[in-house]
């Protein structure tokens, strides 16, 4: 699924996340995944993953809780 975050009209990420449906995790049935280059000069790539669990019911929703999570981090 494309996805386009923005934040305060600038695109804060932009790309494709993955949307797989998932068994045996007694809270969720679903996991969004996407990379993105990563670091100072953008020459790591950075894989995520986040579990379709409460706030997350989408993959704009899971950008969104990454990017807070990240900035929480420091990063």
Same mark, same amino acid.
């Given at each position: ?14 790309g494709t996340?993955? %949307? ?5 995790? /007694?809270?969720? $049935?679903?996991?969004? *995944?996407?990379?993105?280059l990563d670091? #100072? !000069?953008?020459?790591d790539e950075?894989? %995520? ?5 409460? /706030?997350?019911? $989408?993959?704009?929703? *899971? ?5 807070? #999570? !990240? ?5």
């Amino acid at each position: 699924m494309p996805v386009l975050e923005t934040f305060r009209g600038e695109t804060a990420w932009e790309g494709t996340v993955k %949307v797989f449906d998932i068994k045996g995790n /007694p809270k969720a $049935s679903r996991c969004y *995944a996407w990379s993105h280059l990563d670091g #100072a !000069d953008d020459s790591d790539e950075r894989f %995520v993953a986040v579990l379709g669990v409460p /706030p997350v019911d $989408s993959p704009a929703r *899971a950008v969104q809780v990454s990017i807070v #999570a !990240d900035a929480k981090k420091g990063k």
